[in-house]
T-cell receptor, first 115, second 110 residues
Framework: DTEVTQTPKHLVMGMTNKKSLKCEQHMGHRAMYWYKQKAKKPPELMFVYSYEKLSINESVPSRFSPECPNSSLLNLHLHALQPEDSALYLC??????????????FGSGTRLTVV | RKEVEQDPGPFNVPEGATVAFNCTYSNSASQSFFWYRQDCRKEPKLLMSVYSSGNEDGRFTAQLNRASQYISLLIRDSKLSDSATYLCVVVRGGYQKVTFGTGTKLQVIP
Protein backbone atom coordinates (compact mmCIF):
# COMPACT_ATOMS: atom_id res chain seq x y z
CA ASP A 1 0.00 0.00 0.00
CA THR A 2 1.22 3.47 -0.89
CA GLU A 3 1.95 5.86 1.98
CA VAL A 4 0.57 8.77 -0.01
CA THR A 5 -3.17 8.50 -0.51
CA GLN A 6 -4.97 10.24 -3.34
CA THR A 7 -8.70 10.55 -3.87
CA PRO A 8 -10.60 10.07 -6.02
CA LYS A 9 -8.84 7.44 -8.16
CA HIS A 10 -10.92 8.38 -11.20
CA LEU A 11 -12.78 11.58 -12.01
CA VAL A 12 -14.85 12.61 -15.00
CA MET A 13 -15.86 16.26 -15.10
CA GLY A 14 -17.44 18.68 -17.49
CA MET A 15 -15.73 21.87 -18.58
CA THR A 16 -18.02 23.98 -16.38
CA ASN A 17 -17.62 21.86 -13.24
CA LYS A 18 -15.62 22.59 -10.12
CA LYS A 19 -13.92 19.64 -8.46
CA SER A 20 -11.04 18.97 -6.08
CA LEU A 21 -8.33 16.36 -5.92
CA LYS A 22 -7.07 15.37 -2.49
CA CYS A 23 -3.76 14.02 -1.25
CA GLU A 24 -2.73 12.91 2.24
CA GLN A 25 0.53 11.70 3.73
CA HIS A 26 1.50 10.76 7.28
CA MET A 27 5.23 10.31 6.84
CA GLY A 28 6.11 13.65 8.41
CA HIS A 29 7.30 14.99 5.09
CA ARG A 30 7.34 18.78 4.86
CA ALA A 31 7.44 19.04 1.06
CA MET A 32 4.49 18.07 -1.15
CA TYR A 33 4.14 18.15 -4.92
CA TRP A 34 1.58 18.00 -7.70
CA TYR A 35 2.52 16.47 -11.04
CA LYS A 36 0.63 16.01 -14.28
CA GLN A 37 1.34 12.99 -16.49
CA LYS A 38 0.01 12.49 -19.99
CA ALA A 39 0.09 9.08 -21.63
CA LYS A 40 3.56 7.86 -22.63
CA LYS A 41 5.14 11.02 -21.19
CA PRO A 42 7.06 11.58 -17.94
CA PRO A 43 5.46 13.36 -14.97
CA GLU A 44 5.67 17.14 -15.22
CA LEU A 45 6.01 19.21 -12.07
CA MET A 46 3.14 21.63 -11.43
CA PHE A 47 3.44 22.89 -7.85
CA VAL A 48 5.69 22.47 -4.81
CA TYR A 49 4.77 23.25 -1.22
CA SER A 50 7.36 23.40 1.53
CA TYR A 51 6.31 23.99 5.12
CA GLU A 52 2.76 24.46 3.81
CA LYS A 53 3.79 27.43 1.65
CA LEU A 54 3.76 27.45 -2.12
CA SER A 55 7.39 27.54 -3.22
CA ILE A 56 7.21 26.60 -6.90
CA ASN A 57 4.47 27.19 -9.49
CA GLU A 58 5.60 25.98 -12.89
CA SER A 59 3.51 28.55 -14.78
CA VAL A 60 0.40 26.45 -14.34
CA PRO A 61 -2.87 27.98 -15.66
CA SER A 62 -5.06 29.54 -12.98
CA ARG A 63 -7.80 27.00 -13.61
CA PHE A 64 -5.64 24.78 -11.36
CA SER A 65 -5.53 26.11 -7.80
CA PRO A 66 -3.45 24.30 -5.17
CA GLU A 67 -4.03 24.44 -1.44
CA CYS A 68 -2.11 23.04 1.51
CA PRO A 69 -4.35 23.20 4.61
CA ASN A 70 -1.77 21.51 6.86
CA SER A 71 1.43 19.53 6.70
CA SER A 72 -0.39 16.28 5.84
CA LEU A 73 -2.88 17.46 3.24
CA LEU A 74 -2.62 18.83 -0.27
CA ASN A 75 -5.55 19.74 -2.49
CA LEU A 76 -5.82 20.68 -6.14
CA HIS A 77 -8.94 22.66 -7.00
CA LEU A 78 -10.09 22.42 -10.59
CA HIS A 79 -12.35 24.88 -12.41
CA ALA A 80 -13.22 25.42 -16.05
CA LEU A 81 -10.84 22.77 -17.30
CA GLN A 82 -10.27 21.92 -20.94
CA PRO A 83 -10.27 18.45 -22.54
CA GLU A 84 -6.49 18.70 -22.96
CA ASP A 85 -6.21 18.79 -19.16
CA SER A 86 -7.21 15.13 -19.10
CA ALA A 87 -4.28 13.27 -17.54
CA LEU A 88 -3.05 11.37 -14.51
CA TYR A 89 -2.48 13.77 -11.61
CA LEU A 90 0.10 12.56 -9.17
CA CYS A 91 0.80 13.81 -5.67
CA UNK A 92 4.17 13.21 -4.01
CA UNK A 93 5.87 14.06 -0.75
CA UNK A 94 9.45 14.15 0.48
CA UNK A 95 11.76 15.30 3.19
CA UNK A 96 13.13 18.74 2.61
CA UNK A 97 16.36 19.84 1.05
CA UNK A 98 19.61 18.01 1.34
CA UNK A 99 18.15 15.64 3.91
CA UNK A 100 16.10 14.05 1.15
CA UNK A 101 18.13 10.93 0.45
CA UNK A 102 15.02 8.83 -0.10
CA UNK A 103 13.49 10.53 -3.07
CA UNK A 104 9.85 11.26 -3.54
CA UNK A 105 6.96 9.02 -2.51
CA PHE A 106 4.09 9.09 -4.98
CA GLY A 107 0.42 8.45 -4.55
CA SER A 108 -1.32 6.20 -7.05
CA GLY A 109 -2.80 9.21 -8.80
CA THR A 110 -6.16 10.52 -9.95
CA ARG A 111 -7.05 9.74 -13.55
CA LEU A 112 -8.93 12.81 -14.73
CA THR A 113 -11.08 12.98 -17.84
CA VAL A 114 -12.53 16.34 -18.91
CA VAL A 115 -15.52 16.06 -21.22
CA ARG B 1 17.27 20.74 -25.66
CA LYS B 2 15.33 19.07 -22.83
CA GLU B 3 16.78 19.50 -19.36
CA VAL B 4 16.93 15.73 -18.77
CA GLU B 5 17.17 13.27 -21.64
CA GLN B 6 17.04 9.51 -21.98
CA ASP B 7 16.97 7.09 -24.88
CA PRO B 8 13.26 6.18 -25.09
CA GLY B 9 13.96 2.62 -26.20
CA PRO B 10 12.32 0.20 -26.14
CA PHE B 11 15.15 -2.04 -25.02
CA ASN B 12 14.14 -5.64 -25.67
CA VAL B 13 16.48 -8.00 -23.84
CA PRO B 14 16.39 -11.71 -23.00
CA GLU B 15 16.12 -12.92 -19.44
CA GLY B 16 19.50 -13.01 -17.75
CA ALA B 17 20.97 -10.24 -19.89
CA THR B 18 22.74 -7.16 -18.59
CA VAL B 19 21.32 -3.84 -19.74
CA ALA B 20 22.48 -0.26 -19.17
CA PHE B 21 20.61 3.01 -19.40
CA ASN B 22 22.05 6.49 -19.53
CA CYS B 23 20.51 9.82 -18.67
CA THR B 24 22.03 13.20 -19.47
CA TYR B 25 21.18 16.50 -17.80
CA SER B 26 21.93 20.00 -18.95
CA ASN B 27 22.01 22.06 -15.76
CA SER B 28 25.33 21.85 -13.93
CA ALA B 29 23.66 23.18 -10.78
CA SER B 30 21.71 19.94 -10.35
CA GLN B 31 21.96 18.70 -6.79
CA SER B 32 20.54 15.22 -6.43
CA PHE B 33 19.66 12.30 -8.64
CA PHE B 34 17.41 9.26 -8.55
CA TRP B 35 16.22 6.36 -10.68
CA TYR B 36 12.51 5.50 -10.65
CA ARG B 37 10.59 2.73 -12.36
CA GLN B 38 7.03 3.08 -13.57
CA ASP B 39 4.80 0.20 -14.53
CA CYS B 40 1.98 0.75 -17.00
CA ARG B 41 -0.82 2.86 -15.47
CA LYS B 42 0.90 2.93 -12.07
CA GLU B 43 2.70 5.62 -10.12
CA PRO B 44 6.50 5.98 -10.27
CA LYS B 45 8.35 4.09 -7.54
CA LEU B 46 11.83 4.85 -6.28
CA LEU B 47 14.43 2.38 -7.47
CA MET B 48 17.52 3.98 -6.00
CA SER B 49 19.28 7.23 -5.21
CA VAL B 50 22.42 7.99 -7.21
CA TYR B 51 25.66 9.13 -5.61
CA SER B 52 28.96 10.28 -7.07
CA SER B 53 30.70 7.32 -5.47
CA GLY B 54 28.30 4.96 -7.21
CA ASN B 55 25.93 2.67 -5.40
CA GLU B 56 24.67 -0.86 -5.76
CA ASP B 57 21.48 -2.55 -4.65
CA GLY B 58 21.39 -6.22 -5.55
CA ARG B 59 21.31 -6.51 -9.33
CA PHE B 60 21.14 -2.74 -9.80
CA THR B 61 24.09 -0.35 -9.96
CA ALA B 62 23.82 3.41 -10.38
CA GLN B 63 26.59 5.84 -11.22
CA LEU B 64 26.82 9.63 -11.41
CA ASN B 65 29.35 11.48 -13.53
CA ARG B 66 29.12 15.17 -12.65
CA ALA B 67 31.88 16.22 -15.04
CA SER B 68 30.05 14.78 -18.03
CA GLN B 69 26.59 15.41 -16.56
CA TYR B 70 25.12 11.97 -16.87
CA ILE B 71 23.83 9.21 -14.66
CA SER B 72 23.62 5.55 -15.49
CA LEU B 73 21.74 2.48 -14.36
CA LEU B 74 23.01 -1.05 -14.87
CA ILE B 75 20.71 -4.04 -14.42
CA ARG B 76 22.36 -7.45 -14.25
CA ASP B 77 20.63 -10.82 -14.71
CA SER B 78 17.42 -9.24 -16.02
CA LYS B 79 14.14 -10.71 -14.82
CA LEU B 80 10.75 -10.63 -16.51
CA SER B 81 9.57 -8.49 -13.59
CA ASP B 82 12.11 -5.81 -14.53
CA SER B 83 9.96 -4.90 -17.56
CA ALA B 84 8.90 -1.29 -16.96
CA THR B 85 9.76 2.27 -17.89
CA TYR B 86 12.84 3.60 -16.11
CA LEU B 87 12.88 7.30 -15.35
CA CYS B 88 15.83 9.32 -14.16
CA VAL B 89 15.11 12.23 -11.86
CA VAL B 90 17.30 15.31 -11.51
CA VAL B 91 16.75 17.83 -8.73
CA ARG B 92 17.95 21.42 -8.35
CA GLY B 93 16.65 24.75 -7.06
CA GLY B 94 17.05 24.18 -3.35
CA TYR B 95 16.29 20.48 -3.85
CA GLN B 96 12.75 21.30 -4.99
CA LYS B 97 12.84 21.68 -8.77
CA VAL B 98 12.27 18.06 -9.71
CA THR B 99 12.59 17.07 -13.36
CA PHE B 100 11.93 13.64 -14.78
CA GLY B 101 13.73 12.31 -17.79
CA THR B 102 11.75 11.19 -20.78
CA GLY B 103 11.94 7.57 -19.66
CA THR B 104 13.40 4.38 -21.17
CA LYS B 105 11.14 1.42 -21.75
CA LEU B 106 12.59 -2.00 -20.94
CA GLN B 107 11.00 -5.24 -22.08
CA VAL B 108 12.59 -8.45 -20.78
CA ILE B 109 11.74 -11.39 -23.02
CA PRO B 110 11.53 -15.03 -21.89
Amino acid sequence: DTEVTQTPKHLVMGMTNKKSLKCEQHMGHRAMYWYKQKAKKPPELMFVYSYEKLSINESVPSRFSPECPNSSLLNLHLHALQPEDSALYLCASSQLGGRNRHGYTFGSGTRLTVV
Amino acid sequence: RKEVEQDPGPFNVPEGATVAFNCTYSNSASQSFFWYRQDCRKEPKLLMSVYSSGNEDGRFTAQLNRASQYISLLIRDSKLSDSATYLCVVVRGGYQKVTFGTGTKLQVIP
